[in-house]
């Protein structure tokens, strides 16, 4: 499988992520449910603390990932559904190392959402990876 990032301009370099990824020669897809801050019995951890809900969401998302052979750096596309994007944005330099020190540089779109299944959380990840 061969990947190529596409970026007409850098300025989503500063997140790392692209504004595209071309994929040829992938044998498998996979279409992850969006992944959030909850425990593995379901309760949702963390209420109030988007880095919290985030680095957990993220583990959630590489359980799933690790459970179909298959780890960050597989990862296409991740759509990230907030319910309070200013504080997303605030916390921006504490949240791109968590995704991209696993080497995930995916194409990327950040959504703001009036809220999630579950009232305190803040946090959903989606993901689409190839291999």
């Keep these: 499988m061969q990947k190529r990032e596409i970026n007409p301009t850098d300025w989503l370099q500063g997140f790392n992520i692209n504004h595209?990824?071309?994929?040829?020669?992938?044998?498998?897809?996979?279409?992850?449910?969006?992944?959030?801050?909850?425990?593995?019995?379901?309760?949702?951890?963390?209420?109030?603390?988007?880095?919290?809900?985030?680095?957990?969401?993220?583990?959630?998302?590489?359980?799933?990932?690790a459970a179909s052979d298959m780890a960050p750096t597989n990862i296409v596309r991740l759509n990230m559904y907030t319910t309070d994007v200013d504080a997303f944005m605030a916390a921006i330099e504490q949240l791109v190392p968590i995704y991209a020190e696993d080497g995930c540089k995916p194409s990327c779109t950040l959504l703001g959402v009036a809220r999630l299944f579950e009232p305190e959380l803040m946090i959903e990840l989606e993901a689409t990876a190839v291999a």
Excluded: C
């Design 20 to 65: 595209g990824i071309e994929v040829t020669g992938g044998q498998r897809v996979l279409y992850l449910s969006g992944q959030t801050a909850n425990a593995a019995d379901g309760t949702p951890m963390h209420a109030g603390d988007i880095v919290a809900q985030f680095k957990l969401a993220w583990s959630n998302l590489k359980d799933a990932l």
